[in-house]
């Protein structure tokens, strides 16, 4: 009776929460030692910042779980589920900034490169990424790699089970039953993690085959399969000039935007699922179809061939849409229509269950469907007609649910949108802003933010916004809504 | 039998739809004959182009009228329903363009800014207002006018009926039973006429008492109650340089954006139902915040008394939220918050049942109401809760309906935005074309069509779009994506 009181006198137990948080936050403290070796290796004695950096997070995390231990392995529930959700993402890009802080980068700046990294939006502040230290290139990449894998677990393990924007039809034996969540699914972390690790090094290699330096190589290969789009290079893509390399980019860009769960099959022998996916159908027709288009045009205005107009659009279209943020060339100098499309293409997203950001396949189908059967019940008002999703059946509750992330989604790229101007942004630079940075993509539109700008020049005041704007993008909104509610903090 | 036989071959009966459709067209041809008499009085030759115009017109509409006559009074479908609201909204701005035509106006344009007219967009593509013919000016705003009356008796009889984007919520005597609704609802219709012509002319003494001509304050009255915002000077009301005139203009702007329904109730006696309509409310809200904020950013930024500064912002707000589209001012040149906040407010619009456009208030209430909602059964999955709008309980249906309307609302303009950068249109002005199209406000944002600027310009396919467009908004996008599911014209 004593421990019931105590229970009851919290109204979310922490300690479980606590714990895990402690030891994400010592795996990330572990990563930092990554660039650390980098920058001994290259003799640059930036290496002090990150061991000092790596010390402290690590030390600050293995505290912190020790000091909650005792419940790993338990049962979470659901309001534990959301406050880890939400506090693993704003305190890890938080010592993932203490890098950046320790050389000298400002306290807004170190933050936004940080949430920017960890979201694996990929907007940068830095300029003359060419000339940094090897550390700090790498320790951006890492930074992408490891929010990459975070957001699949989450997507998989977590999201499904607080049916967040509809997630709810991506219930899997692990996301299916709310006790245990922890243990089932350490499993399918295991599984998701040797994928993630094994189509990284596939694709180091093959940029390595096709041009790229090893450093490059494995640099790039985290940031394209984390859809995260930090480059090395201020020209980002456009420093390769072997246009094999672009294609293996769009390649592995998709793959980083693809369902793992059917990577996970995919590799136990039925890789037929991946092709029959509706999520990856609507993505490549998607893909093709203004890739196509626009190469067309881009061949009819520009003096260039099928094969590079073709190369061009299709680069920049799939990392829009998968939310990577790669450019290859200023396409907002190529005309109006070219403009038009990535801006659209900015609110798409890839598949859920990946590592992209945005909108999201599944709930575009799942609109469409739910809307052709809203308008033919509106004219045959005795008719019942009923929606699928591959081979479920859609429930009022899971269409209501996507409706109602897509409004929510809109709504907060316009609330965003307002908040920015208020800090002196033009119109343009405001909505892209918003807008890439809640998708989770990178590059905006205009003079400002576009694929050959960069923020440092924003003020301080809109790169916190931006950096709000990125986590709630990357927690699917209404993780972090429901925190907002006081109901969610009373008995 | 055989009466029985020859209506199951046609899969929809249009005789009844044509014959009030006939009797629309005549009146629009009855009201040809205003400008007509105007430029005979003013000794002005287009008085011809009005008079043949009226003759075509009404010649057009009694013969269809006639042809089709026998059945009124019976009840319609729900198909003929949505077939006589588009096809009124499409045929009566052609016949509606017949004047600008006959004037001299290109195909593309006399089109455009009579539907820009008759769906009291307001968006124009003349010139050199002060130098027009008054007969030209009086036709342009008595299509506003017919356009207002129009949509308000369509969102009280029609639209409920056809349960369009939530709005069965408002169902009334008169829209509850699907039988008879032509006949039934004759009372409301006549009611409603009375007390717009009434407000109209209370509108227009006030504007002549004023400072205003006597024409310029009929003009202006008439597309002040219809929230057109066709103006018969380029500078729009910024060419009425007493500040009364502007306060009126306000007042009038909240009226022809209130509930027609309402204010039927306060004539017998009620007018404290409008005082307490949540719709109302949240219009007045809105209006008020927004105003006073942006008021103290203009006091602080420009040099400019506290008086001086809330005309400005709550006279081009109110224009704007109730989709009347007047410009005090070139508002644009205010900073970035003025053009933000603009820029939201143009997706806002006023209540549902007036002449406004856009989004209407009612939604935004369900939607946040049900949002609340949602995110509470996501954390506490075993309580349900309900959601109320004033005093009636809100169905799943109802709040489906909303958030359905307001995905498409916003998809439709990511579309119209995606169309226009094909014809050449920078992003800002797509984006704001489209969004004051869809919204029926009149002005956009950019130097090309900013309150500032003008369509003029913009090339002839960029013109159909926008009047498919502002057609696509005023019914509500619902009535119109119904008729393009092949499945509306099956049996
Ligand atoms: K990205
Ligand atoms: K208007």
């Known amino acids: 009776p004593l421990r019931r009181r105590h229970h009851d006198r919290l109204v979310i137990t922490l300690r479980p929460v606590l714990n895990i948080l402690g030891l994400l936050i010592f795996g990330l403290g572990a990563g930092m030692l990554l660039p650390a070796v980098v920058d001994v290796a290259a003799r640059n004695p930036d290496w002090q910042a990150f061991v000092i950096s790596a010390l402290f997070t690590g030390m600050s995390g293995l505290l912190l779980a020790i000091s909650c231990a005792g419940e790993l392995g338990s049962s979470l529930s659901i309001r534990q589920a959301f406050l880890l959700t939400a506090l693993a993402w704003l305190t890890l890009p938080a010592f993932g900034a203490l890098p950046f802080l320790w050389l000298g980068i400002s306290y807004a700046d170190a933050v936004f490169e940080a949430v920017s990294g960890f979201t694996t939006t990929g907007s940068t502040i830095l300029i003359g990424l060419d000339g940094l230290a090897p550390g700090l290139l790498l320790w951006r990449s890492v930074l992408q790699w490891m929010g990459g894998v975070g957001i699949i677990v989450m997507a998989l393990v977590l999201l499904p089970y607080l049916q967040v924007g509809g997630m709810q039809l991506f219930k899997t034996e692990s996301s299916d039953k709310g006790e245990k969540v922890v243990s089932r699914s350490a499993d399918l972390v295991r599984l998701i993690a040797l994928i993630y690790f094994g189509l990284t090094m596939l694709c180091a290699a093959l940029y390595w085959v096709t041009g790229m330096n090893a450093f490059d190589a494995v640099n790039h290969a985290m940031t394209t399969l984390s859809t995260g789009g930090y480059s090395t290079h201020d020209a980002s893509f456009a420093y390769f000039t072997n246009p094999l390399t672009g294609w293996i980019c769009i390649v592995f860009m998709i793959a980083g935007a693809s369902p793992f769960s059917l990577m996970i099959q995919a590799m136990r022998g039925r890789p037929l699922l991946l092709w029959r996916d509706p999520q990856i159908k609507a993505l490549l027709c998607l893909l093709a179809a203004t890739s196509?288009?626009?190469?067309?045009?881009?061949?009819?205005?520009?003096?260039?061939?099928?094969?590079?107009?073709?190369?061009?659009?299709?680069?920049?279209?799939?990392?829009?849409?998968?939310?990577?943020g790669?450019?290859?060339?200023?396409?907002?100098?190529?005309?109006?229509?070219?403009?038009?499309?990535?801006?659209?293409?900015?609110?798409?997203?890839?598949?859920?269950?990946?590592?992209?950001?945005?909108?999201?396949?599944?709930?575009?189908?799942?609109?469409?469907?739910?809307?052709?059967?809203?308008?033919?019940?509106?004219?045959?008002?005795?008719?019942?007609?009923?929606?699928?999703?591959?081979?479920?059946?859609?429930?009022?509750?899971?269409?209501?649910?996507?409706?109602?992330?897509?409004?929510?989604?809109?709504?907060?790229?316009?609330?965003?949108?307002?908040?920015?101007?208020?800090?002196?942004?033009?119109?343009?630079?405001?909505?892209?802003?918003?807008?890439?940075?809640?998708?989770?993509?990178?590059?905006?539109?205009?003079?400002?933010?576009?694929?050959?700008?960069?923020?440092?020049?924003?003020?301080?005041?809109?790169?916190?916004?931006?950096?709000?704007?990125?986590?709630?993008?990357?927690?699917?909104?209404?993780?972090?809504?429901?925190?907002?509610?006081?109901?969610?903090?009373?008995?």
Chains 1, 2 share one sequence.
């Open 292 to 324: 196509f288009v626009a190469a067309i045009y881009l061949g009819i205005t520009q003096e260039i061939g099928l094969h590079e107009a073709l190369l061009r659009t299709s680069f920049n279209f799939t990392s829009i849409v998968t939310t990577t």
């Open 326 to 491: 790669f450019a290859l060339g200023d396409y907002t100098l190529w005309g109006p229509p070219i403009v038009g499309i990535v801006l659209m293409l900015t609110f798409a997203g890839g598949c859920t269950g990946s590592t992209s950001g945005g909108i999201k396949m599944f709930r575009f189908i799942v609109f469409f469907g739910t809307l052709r059967n809203h308008l033919r019940m509106m004219v045959r008002t005795h008719r019942v007609v009923s929606t699928r999703y591959a081979d479920t059946q859609l429930t009022p509750d899971i269409a209501f649910s996507v409706l109602a992330f897509l409004v929510a989604y809109l709504g907060s790229v316009g609330a965003i949108t307002l908040i920015l101007t208020f800090f002196g942004l033009d119109a343009m630079t405001a909505i892209t802003g918003a807008a890439t940075a809640i998708g989770n993509v990178g590059p905006g539109l205009g003079d400002v933010i576009g694929p050959a700008g960069n923020f440092s020049s924003l003020p301080d005041g809109a790169k916190w916004v931006l950096s709000l704007a990125m986590l709630l993008g990357r927690l699917e909104l209404f993780t972090v809504l429901v925190l907002l509610d006081p109901e969610f903090w009373s008995r």
